[in-house]
C-alpha cells in the first residue's frame, strides 16, 4: 500500500509552521479514499475553532480514533507532530481574527441601526480572508512560470465550467487587452474539438475549484500527450486536475457557510487572474506593439458608449 503525504503547499515536509496552508490540505484529505483519516480531516474542518485547544487525547476522544492515529494523520499531512497542527490552526484562527478586527475597524454606515450592516460586515470578512488565504497559498515560483508559459505562448485556451466559467472568461478579456492570442471554453464538446486540433505552442490554462472536473483532465491529459504545456487554478493542490498540470497555482477555498462559498472562492481565483495579469503587463510594457494596441483598443471601446453632454466624440486622429 503507497503511503500518501499532503505537503503543504509551498513548503517540504519538514514545515514547522504551516500556517493558513493546512487549511487547504485539510481539505484534500477529506476528499481522499482513506475513510479514517478523511473523517478525522473533516471533523477538524467543522470545528475549526475548538481543535486548537484540544490536547491530542481529547481530539481522539472526540473523533473516535486513538491517539497513535492522530499522531500518524499529523504526519501525513507534513507535520512533526501534534504540536505543528494545533500551532498552525491557532495561526489560521489569528488570521480569520484579525481580518475581523480590520473589517470592524471600518465603519459601516447606519451600523447601529441597519439590519443589513451585519451582513455587509460578514461578506467583506469573509472574502478579505480568502484574499489573505490565496497570497499564503500561491507559490511565488509557480506563479512565475505560469507567466513565462504564457507569455511564450502561441495561444492560450482558458478553460472553465460551472462557477469557474466566469473566471475564465475574465482571464479571456484580460488577455486579450494586454494582445495575447486566447480564447476561452466551457462546453466540453467544443473543447473537445479544439483539443484535437490544437496548434504547438499552445498553453491550456484550467479553472477548477474542486481540482475534480473530467472535462478539465481529460483535456490536460490529451494536451500533455502532445506535448503542450498545463497550467491549473484550484484549490485542491492534489487533485486530479493537479495531477495532470504542469504549473498548479494554488486558490483558497472556504468550507462554509455554503452561500458565500461560490463568490469567496471566485473572488480567490480572480485575484490569480489580475496577477498573471499584472505581471504579464510589467513584462511587456517595454514592447511598443502593446502600447499601440491598447490605444487602438480603448478608442474601439470608446466607441461603444453613449456620448455624455459635454463630452467631444473621439475621431480617427485623436
Known sequence: MTKTTYTLPGRGPE??????????????????SDKTMAGLSQWILDNQGKVADLSISSLAQATGVSETTVFRFCKMLGLKGYKDLRFALAEGRGLALGTQLAGSAAEVPGADSHRMASIVRRVIEVNSEQLLKTSSLLSLDALQQAVDLISAASHVHLVGFGSSAPVAFDAYQRFLALGLTASAHSDPHILAAVTATVRPGAVFL?????????????????????????????????????????VVLV????RSPVSMEVISTRISQLAIVEMLSVALAESRATDPTIARDTEMLEREIAKKRVPVRGDIPPTQDS
Open 15 to 32: 514545515a514547522s509552521a504551516p500556517g493558513i496552508a493546512i487549511f487547504q490540505t485539510l481539505v484534500a484529505v477529506a476528499r481522499s
Open 206 to 246: 484550467g479553472i477548477s475549484c474542486s481540482g475534480l472536473t473530467r472535462d478539465i483532465t481529460d483535456t490536460f491529459d490529451s494536451a500533455g500527450a502532445r506535448g503542450l504545456k498545463r497550467i491549473a487554478i484550484t484549490s485542491n493542490p492534489h487533485s486530479p486536475v493537479a495531477d495532470v498540470s504542469d
Open 251 to 254: 486558490s483558497s477555498v472556504r
